[in-house]
């Protein structure tokens, strides 16, 4: 399976999710920002990271990047889209999924591990999880509070368009267990035909059990499936 | 502009010292020249207090490639690999202004290594604040530790460890110290001493504004009556560029361009221009004209002491300017020749075509004043509290108010705004007693942390400096690491009370004492003096940063309780010492007495042995014994454990307070399998280590025998409930 990797500049978790895609035998490229091709890829992943020091409000200045206008083509082609943390951001900055990431609730940088839940199993990026099952992720952002209105929220709900909740370690999907704040403890969300995914947790740094666990690698497996 | 006494006063100079500086030039020195003296000859940039006691320190040994002197000290940790690290105050303008001020403390650190080719790997902080009831310690302290995050996590390298103090002492003079680490190829190692004649003095980095000039120059109006906007003397930081800066400098070194390297830190272009010449025994050409300047009309004075961050000078190869400049370009950052090396031995400064400064290079050097203060010694306090004289109290009492202490409770209200994983390297992140990280696709890994202990120092400065490099040492063996080499932050008062500066020689000849012991050497550090407020100094506080091997990283191992029925031996005596304890201070307000006694040679032959019994895996856990004693270490290795603790009432010791809290040095806690015992007490007795069973690893409870029984979950709550109140 081809990947790419979208480099721009305060990208700052392209070379972790480059690592995790080779050691899953993907075919890996780096595209910089200012490249104009974008390499044949199955999967087009945009990784954590500061994008242009997230300056203006993060992700904005990404999302009207050159690069990004060949990435929406081909998502709307049908072309698998990733985007992690700063790559979630991104990609609701570009349109390509709906809602907004707010500052974290308690106004502070969270960087620590949590549970999510595996909501929807039935797509291409989680095929290889099982339903309700609790994985335990790293988060590091300031700005991963989850919002959009009610009828997107409906939506989302209605047709089944969150893969990951945050819960606590057994499941329990409260306010608790919601570490930033998101909406309906949102830890990630699908656009309607499921190709694109945006997630604030990051899979990558969960594929190395001497670092920490396997629980991301389902991920990545799912997409070669 | 006319120089007078007032003016050499403002720029930090003594009158003697400004007598000297005219006697070097054999004239008076024009404004733009009394600046860059200030700059260079003050404590910060020239040790001129602390050198002739620094160079004391052992320095040397098998793994050192560079001890200091350079941007950072360099050690060899085997196959081509090499560890680049250093520790940096920035504690004065951490206070005016916490976030900005922690911050581009971090951007400076980064700087040091990644100006010697290392990409840096880990951050790690101490920070130490006025007491909490103070009214400005909960804004600093919020301040600072974003600040610390805001850097880090935007540049995208993990902050793993640190340690966070209260104490009134810091009340008006907060520390910040920031360590970096990093990770270089042992042949691709860059200095900052310059070589061959003409060769291009380049610019890289941001554009050069008017933050950060200095605080002791000329501010405000005597300067120039209508420049009364002077930005702060607070630099701003931006980790944006800094990401920048550091990825176009470690492409650039990729290649052979670069002749010499070095970052624009305190001093800005004047410490810089006048390091790299000296070094290399060369004069250098400026032509201020072509710096890029962010604001409009700066003066070449303004230049030469902008402390503006993330910029960069290098000494380019003849004929490498085009591809050196297409790097930078690629990531957006300026890339000017802005002067060359010369043959004349001095910092020559041109504006416009015109010289307007001219000083030799060994006059801002090797020729700047050295102190030799008068100092003081301390004498060793002698013991007055009696445990028996005090009102008592029940152990279950003193164990909670201690675990919910501010200095003792659980820092995760702080760890938890670092991104600890980012590089995915992470091991250990914080919370154990040291941080691992793994060498980038190899089986190795290094381990890192930094200590202090200031009120051991208050006591007795040359038995707390022994200790506290002893602390550090002991903490890299509890995760299986093997110490190699430190860097040390001096944070002091005011060298000119001899009782200060008396704190600061002995501290170091206990450092000193304590490293020649354990073949620990200092390979790079900083000095901050003149820390205190209205006279009256903070108590001495020297910051140990160490940094250890792990040759094979499934020999790491942690704090944490991994199988019931397992047994807890204490390696090590206790003593019942409680003087300068945790539990005196806490309890009782009780600040006086000796620190614990520190006998090097048991220190090294229980380190020793605990690091042989964790690589032959025979231990399960390992938990240095520090401030707080042995019950709260037997607390400490529950949390983040399924398990707790059954111990043992002491055999000799008659009273429980002493064996609980005392903090008698060089102990260990290590768990063991009861079916290795035998083995492991062989080679303890071989070794000749002292060692006792304290407890036994059971479910749920934290039980002293008769004495007190909680559930461990409950005592991990009260750990971290300080923070959420406060």
């Known amino acids: 399976m081809n990947s790419s990797v979208i480099v721009f500049p305060g990208s700052n978790c392209d070379k972790d999710i480059a690592i995790a895609l080779e050691k899953l035998q993907f075919q890996n490229k780096m595209v910089w920002h200012k490249d104009t091709d974008l390499p044949k890829s199955d999967l087009i992943v945009i990784p954590g990271g500061f994008s242009y020091g997230d300056y203006l409000r993060s992700g904005a200045i990404a999302g009207k990047s050159s690069i990004l206008n060949e990435v929406i083509k081909v998502a709307n082609d049908g072309c698998l889209v990733l985007g992690i943390c700063n790559g979630f951001q991104i990609l609701t900055e570009t349109g390509l999924l709906k809602g907004v990431l707010l500052r974290n609730q308690n106004l502070k940088f969270i960087g620590k591990d949590v549970h999510i839940k595996t909501i929807n199993t039935e797509n291409k990026f989680c095929n290889k999880y099982k339903k309700d099952q609790v994985l335990q992720l790293n988060i590091a952002h300031n700005e991963g509070n989850y919002f959009t209105n009610k009828d997107h929220l409906k939506e989302l709900e209605d047709k089944n368009l969150i893969p990951f909740k945050y819960c606590d370690k057994n499941g329990n999907i409260d306010k608790e267990s919601n570490p930033n704040g998101s909406i309906n403890n949102i830890a990630g969300v699908f656009n309607g035909k499921k190709n694109i995914l945006g997630m604030m947790p990051h899979p990558e740094r969960m594929v190395d059990q001497i670092i920490s666990n396997n629980d991301g690698i389902n991920l990545f497996k799912s997409l070669l499936n | ?726």
């Open chain 2, 1 to 726: 502009m006319k120089i007078t006494n007032a003016v050499v006063e403002k720029h930090g100079l003594k009158p003697e010292e400004f007598y000297k500086i005219k006697e070097l030039l054999g004239r008076e020195p024009n404004m733009l020249e009394l600046g860059v003296f200030s700059a260079m000859w003050n404590e910060h940039c020239s040790y001129k207090s602390s050198r002739i006691h620094l160079k004391n320190l052992p320095t040397k040994g098998k793994n050192v490639i560079q001890g200091p002197g350079e941007n950072a000290g360099v050690i060899d940790i085997g196959d081509d690999d090499a560890i680049i690290f250093k520790i940096e105050s920035h504690n004065h303008p951490s206070y005016i202004e916490p976030y900005q001020g922690a911050a581009t403390g971090v951007g400076g650190i980064l700087r040091d290594i990644f100006t010697m080719g290392a990409r840096p790997i880990a951050l790690l902080n101490s920070i130490h604040f006025g007491s909490p009831e103070h009214p400005k310690t909960k804004s600093l302290l919020n301040g600072v530790v974003s600040g610390i995050g805001g850097y880090g996590n935007c540049i995208g390298i993990p902050t793993v460890g640190g340690e966070i103090k209260f104490n009134k002492t810091y009340n008006e003079n907060i520390l910040v110290n920031a360590m970096a680490v990093g990770h270089a190829k042992k042949d691709k190692i860059f200095y900052s001493k310059a070589k061959g004649l003409n060769k291009s003095v380049v610019y890289v980095g941001s554009k050069t504004g008017r933050d950060g000039i200095h605080g002791a120059s000329m501010a405000s109006a005597e300067f120039d009556k209508n420049t009364e906007d002077k930005k702060p003397t607070v630099q701003v930081g931006d980790p944006f560029t800094e990401k920048l800066l550091m990825e176009a400098c470690l492409e650039l070194m990729q290649g052979n361009s670069i002749i010499s390297i070095q970052d624009m830190g305190a001093a800005g272009l004047t410490s810089s221009s006048v390091e790299m010449a000296s070094k290399g025994q060369l004069g250098m050409e400026l032509y201020l004209e072509s710096v890029p300047c962010r604001e409009e009309n700066m003066t070449p004075y303004e230049m030469m002491l902008s402390e503006s961050q993330e910029r960069m000078l290098i000494i380019l190869e003849d004929g490498k300017e085009k591809d050196a400049k297409k790097i930078f370009e690629k990531w957006d950052l300026d890339f000017v020749v802005i002067g060359k090396t010369t043959n004349t031995n001095n910092l020559t400064l041109m504006f416009k075509n015109k010289i307007v400064g001219e000083i030799p290079i060994d006059a801002l050097t090797d020729k700047a004043p050295i102190y030799d203060r008068k100092w003081t010694k301390t004498k060793l306090p002698e013991k007055k509290t009696q445990i028996k004289d005090l009102k008592k109290i029940k152990l279950e009492d003193a164990l909670l108010k201690i675990l919910s202490s501010p200095n003792q409770s659980n820092k995760s209200w702080i760890t938890d705004q670092f991104d600890q994983m980012v590089m995915t390297d992470t091991v250990q992140r914080s919370g154990s007693d040291a941080a691992i990280i793994r060498i980038h696709k190899k089986e190795k890994a290094i381990a890192v942390t930094v200590d202090s202990s200031s009120n051991y120092c208050k006591a007795h400065p040359q038995t707390g400096g022994k200790q506290i490099v002893c602390e550090n040492w002991r903490n890299l063996i509890s995760v299986g690491a093997k110490p190699i080499a430190i860097t040390n932050c001096l944070n002091f008062g005011n060298p000119e009370d001899s009782k200060v500066m008396g704190e600061l020689a002995e501290c170091l000849l206990g450092i000193k004492e304590a490293c020649e012991f354990l073949n620990y050497p200092v390979v790079s550090g900083n000095v901050s003096l003149y820390n205190g407020t209205n006279k009256k100094s903070i108590n001495p506080t020297p910051v140990i940063g160490g940094v250890g091997l792990i040759t094979n990283i499934n020999n790491k191992i942690n704090q944490y309780l991994k199988k019931d029925k397992n047994i807890i031996l204490q390696i090590g005596k206790n003593f019942g010492q409680l003087s300068q304890s945790v539990f005196l201070d806490e309890i009782y307000s009780i600040t006086d007495g000796p620190p614990p006694e520190v006998n090097l040679s048991n220190e090294k032959n229980n380190g020793l042995a605990v690091l042989k019994l964790i690589n032959e895996r025979l231990t399960s856990s390992v938990h240095d014994v520090s401030a707080g004693g042995l019950l709260l270490a037997l607390v400490e290795m529950t949390f983040d454990s399924n398990y707790g603790l059954k111990i043992d009432k002491p055999k000799n010791l008659s009273n429980l307070m002493e064996y609980y809290f005392s903090e008698d040095q060089g102990r260990y806690l290590i768990e063991v399998d009861p079916n290795n015992l035998n083995k492991i007490n062989k080679i303890l007795v071989e070794n000749n280590i002292y060692s006792e069973v304290v407890a036994t690893v059971q479910k749920d409870y934290f039980e002293v025998s008769g004495e007190l029984k909680i559930l461990k979950n409950e005592l991990c709550k009260i750990n971290k409930k300080w923070y959420s109140n406060y």
